[in-house]
């Protein structure tokens, strides 16, 4: 074999590309790795991690509020969004030095560069440099989808820019009904916004399980977050202070800020992959196998940049056994069938399993199981907000093929909850589960009674 720089290139230094880079050198590889802009990718910079320090921030009216309910009282509360975000960056900067300071702890060679294929078994620098690798990983992700086709698309941002703004707006107008659409909605809701949320379809969250969807747009409208649904963005025009929104359907909104969240897409641009025959899709994902190698041999890709299923820790499960299959001689394939999420809006939800609808189009007879109840801690606060648990179970053989939660702690609960459903457990196993009381999570394993539509459901 003929003589190469590296034994393995790295093009991304988000999570799944420097899991990857971390697991190959500790079985002996020669690794590079070239990120353009911050170690970390999405996930740290610009995504889940802040996000979920955001999300934090937000919850702390509920708290002070709840707290009177239990006989405290405290001074006017107020909120800073400055010291907030220069708190985020602080924690931002030392986690971004972390993701650096393992890879060189591992001996991995870093190039703060953008990178791109050079044809087979090379890679180009920005400048200029060509560098050859037996085998290349292009680790990439993914970028917020953006609106380029209506008048002052120049006005709108992203959640790329959300994190940097440097003052709080008093309105937003919230574009999109996904993950990160419905989150930010919340986010700002909670820190006091005039919120608006716009949405081209008639609930948010697709995908969802239907109790889940209704649950969660039920409880953001009873926040004060203003739903426009089967809606879409025709304009944006800035005025002295403020920005006029303009519906398709002919109507209009005033706001200080609109973010758009309508989606991301794969980071395949620019890359050169046709120069070594890598195929894309319609979407421009890059085509990989189960071993997450692309149509050119020697040349894999993991994470958001194949468009599989856009989760971080997806994303470090594909990169680890990327570099197990190819480095450390133990073949392993991921697999995307039960995987957890969350969302985390107010109350948050997450989904671990099968959805009731996903599970019936697969040919399934369903007993579902469901309960809606007031957590313990609403009663002496006064907040009327109520959880939602389902159970989504195979009439067949008694196996549990979903679980759905929506509510406070929602993502600890199912996180749990997906071990059971790996493991293969049956309803009975929840049965014979004892519960801990009292919590909220005791009622999956104490729902006894089979939920029975109503007639003409």
Known sequence: MAQTDFDLFVIGGGSGGVRAARIAAGYGAKVGLAECDRFGGTCVICGCVPKKLLVYASRFADEFEDARGFGWTSGEATFDWATLIANKDREIHRLEQIYEGNLKAKGVATFTTRAKVDGPGAVKLADGQRITARTILIATGGRPSRYGDIPGAAHIVTSNEIFEMKTLPKRIVV????????????????????????HRRDKVL??????????????????????????????????????????????????????????REPATHDLGLETAGVRTGARGEIIVDSFSETTAKGIYAVGDVTDRVNLTPVAIREGHAFADTVFGERPTQVDHALVPTGVFTTPELATVGLSEAAARELGHELDIYKSRFRPLRNTLSGRAECMLMKLVVDRATDRVLGCQVLGPDAAEIVQTAAVALQLGASKADFDATVALHPSAAEELVTMREKWVPAPGI
């Open 206 to 263: 697709r995908g969802f399980d239907e109790d889940l969807r209704d649950g969660l747009m039920e409880a953001l409208a009873a926040r004060g977050i203003r739903l426009v649904m089967n809606e879409a963005l025709a304009g944006v025009a800035q005025d002295v202070g403020c920005f006029h929104v303009a519906l398709h359907s002919g109507g209009s909104l005033e706001t200080d800020l609109v973010l758009s969240a309508i989606g």
């Open 175 to 198: 574009c999109g009904g996904g993950y990160i659409a419905v989150e930010f909605a919340s986010i700002f809701a909670g820190l006091g916004v005039e919120t608006t949320l716009i």
